[in-house]
């Protein structure tokens, strides 16, 4: 049962690029109420589901499917936006097309500097997790980071939101300069 979980790893993975991509793109169009609105809907349905689930008694695989399903409906509505985001801006004259092409040739090193960044960050945020499971009982390492997830929720969506904030102003400071040094 444990091995058929792993096929959903590719799906979860593609979903979270479609998410993440999503996000990034809402945030060039400065659409941060929307990205606040769909952090928001995914930590809710997110929780929500969960508290479903353990008055239900569902196994360890209910926490699963409640993680996929809220974001299943968050990458949907995030979709929803960009769709009517780009209908809008093509009925107003504004729409752009990216050259997608140039983009991908000038960052193609990208994934190779920032795949080791992100495997040591991920191993860093993990590895906590195998050293309470080899001292601590299940009782206790389950007690833990129940509510250290249930502390995280409400600073990671604050956190989330004014770092997409942040970013695109980072972006648009550090392009204006690099206009005034040319």
Same mark, same amino acid.
């Given at each position: 049962?444990? @091995?058929?979980?792993?096929?959903?790893?590719?799906?979860? @993975?593609?979903?979270?690029?479609?998410?993440?991509?999503?996000?990034?793109?809402?945030?060039?169009?400065?659409?941060?109420?929307?990205?606040?609105?769909?952090?928001?809907?995914?930590?809710?349905?997110?929780?929500?589901?969960?508290?479903?689930?353990?008055?239900?008694?569902?196994?360890?695989?209910?926490?699963?499917?409640?993680?996929?399903?809220?974001?299943?409906?968050?990458?949907?509505?995030?979709?929803?936006?960009?769709?009517?985001?780009?209908?809008?801006?093509?009925?107003?004259?504004?729409?752009?097309?990216?050259?997608?092409?140039?983009?991908?040739?000038?960052?193609?090193?990208?994934?190779?500097?920032?795949?080791?960044?992100?495997?040591?960050?991920?191993?860093?945020?993990?590895?906590?997790?195998?050293?309470?499971?080899?001292?601590?009982?299940?009782?206790?390492?389950?007690?833990?980071?129940?509510?250290?997830?249930?502390?995280?929720?409400?600073?990671?969506?604050?956190?989330?939101?004014?770092?997409?904030?942040?970013?695109?102003?980072?972006?648009?400071?550090?392009?204006?300069?690099?206009?005034?040094?040319?």
């Amino acid at each position: 049962q444990e @091995v058929k979980i792993l096929y959903l790893v590719p799906f979860f @993975v593609l979903l979270n690029g479609i998410h993440q991509t999503g996000i990034s793109l809402l945030n060039k169009f400065k659409q941060y109420r929307v990205i606040s609105k769909n952090l928001i809907l995914q930590s809710t349905s997110n929780s929500s589901l969960n508290i479903l689930i353990s008055a239900l008694h569902v196994s360890y695989l209910g926490l699963i499917f409640s993680i996929l399903i809220s974001r299943v409906i968050s990458t949907i509505a995030i979709i929803r936006k960009f769709v009517d985001s780009v209908k809008h801006l093509k009925k107003s004259n504004k729409f752009i097309r990216f050259p997608i092409k140039l983009v991908a040739k000038k960052n193609i090193d990208l994934p190779t500097y920032s795949s080791l960044e992100v495997l040591v960050g991920e191993l860093n945020n993990r590895i906590i997790y195998l050293y309470f499971t080899v001292f601590f009982s299940l009782q206790i390492t389950g007690a833990y980071f129940l509510v250290n997830r249930v502390l995280s929720v409400p600073i990671s969506v604050l956190a989330t939101s004014f770092s997409k904030v942040f970013f695109q102003n980072y972006v648009e400071t550090k392009n204006k300069k690099k206009k005034l040094v040319s």
